[in-house]
């Protein structure tokens, strides 16, 4: 989908935050990530080499990413500028903001002329099938959350590097927009017709290799209101072999929502496995990822211990520990004698 | 969203199931089906007066609702010659064809020439919000199934009818094609944008008088592979007070799903209530219908008995028997000293 390698595009960020995606680009694909390209006024910084539009060319660029969040959802002038140059130095364009590049008439001309694309990675490209429900070779895990963004992607990236170090077959399926930039490909499934959700993530996860895992990026959380069916979708399209339970201990509520608790960790293990069997009735739930950034590490490793002991489970914190312990808890999956 | 009363357009139908639509919409709204248009080769008849298109405008018809399936997916140029005289006459066309009307362009062009809505209830129309979750006014019962196409719709417009007669507050909502072209107005949820699913039944279900009831017609099933994710979208975003179990008894496996054997009523009664509690923990199963088309009359009633005695709730065809007792259970709700 994405022609790599990537320019990545931070503006003028108000923050460091504001340029996550770029983050999230070089902490997970750092051999995509040629170089950056920073206006005046940047706040953020991926420490990589800034580039001009033509060095970037030169370096065998292939791709602008816009890594940064634009501001009251303008994409201003001084930015479409950027953009046409690059368009004109024969790179593509790819963005996830809410505004589309499709939507700006100069810079539809120009990628015309060119032949280049501008690449709205919100939106679907592809006519999904319904989803037929068959089982299908090769192995998929699913992290599912008690909320919205407590870490689901990050616990999915991190369990395939770990699998990469160790020589292992695997496959991150990104599922939102953060998750397709990095890695150049996946399902904007926030952004599919209900339908065809389910299709999509067949469609995204197909058959493979007995001994391949596809580590599945989850979205939203079947005890969030807003999002719920999108999971659910999300579960019965994946059909994993194993679910990662994830979960942010300092939250007060749904996020959004704020008369909704969270969940805990137990009723999601429970629900999740009930509508993952539907598909799959092997599935297991085979670890824990918590996010305890908010937490020093006395504390956190306290809480992690906690959780091991409470649902006697790999608990662990991916940022702080890495995620092999989660990735041991598949492999011993594939090798029921040993259990 | 369709201006009533109806003209409904029976075509060359190849037999009666295949003008189910009409038969739905001559079944629920009497009272908006005016008359019916046929054309040669016909073999279906709702037992309408068979009307012209002018004899039609003379006698009040606004719109002329498309009740019939077509043939291959192609929408002939017969029937586009109906539709053309329809336009020129001042009525509104509506459709929930798979081939959508606004894709012909003489339609096209008649319809904007005369002022005139070509209506693909396929095609939502509105920007949903993203759902809130907050609590509202109002009551609301949702049917839920065990699989596809077991009575949902049925049975929530026949506990609509049965209110009405009773002088109770209540409205049915649709959320398929053929229940938007029965009453009028609903939201097409299989086609709504993922993100926006919860968002458009919560749209459809506003804040109401204490004492009124939304009959929400359900879709998919949480057990469907394919469409669970619709499912739970209308659960978190419908909020119900009130769930009835559907279940059609003779069905070998899941609807387009060979190899998926269908979820018990006990099964599905404990997930829904799980999922549904999320958003409403106070919400209860009040009553099981179960569609007995395919059995005999003994059979059936036998079958109705023992699934009241196995649930210890009222169990109705309501095809058979009519859905006051599915009714009664609702009102019980509303009188807590009662139980």
Redesign the interface.
Known sequence: MLNTPYLLFLGDAADPLAAKVAQGVKDWRPEYSIGQYRLENCNADMGLDDLSIEQAVERGVKTLVVGVANRGGVISDQWISVFEQALDAGLDIASGLHNLLRDIPSLVEKAERQGRQLIDVRIPTVDYP??????RQGKRCLAVGTDCSVGKMYTALAMEKNMRERGLKSTFRATGQTGILITGNGVP???????F???SIEHLTPPNDADHWDLIEGQGS??H??????????I??G?PDALILCHEPTRDH?RG?P??AL?SLEELRD?AL??AK??NPAVQVTGVSINTAAMGESEALAYLQEMENRLELPAVDPFRQGAGRLVDALLELDEPSSK
Not at 189 to 195: F, G, Q, S
Not at 225 to 234: H, I, N, Q
């Open positions: 319904i989803a037929n429900g068959l089982q499934l926030d952004a599919v017709i209900a339908d959700m389910a299709g079947l005890y209101a807003s999002y719920s069916g999108v999971t659910l979708a999300l019965h399209g059909m749904m929502l008369s909704y969940p629900t009930t509508l539907v598909v």
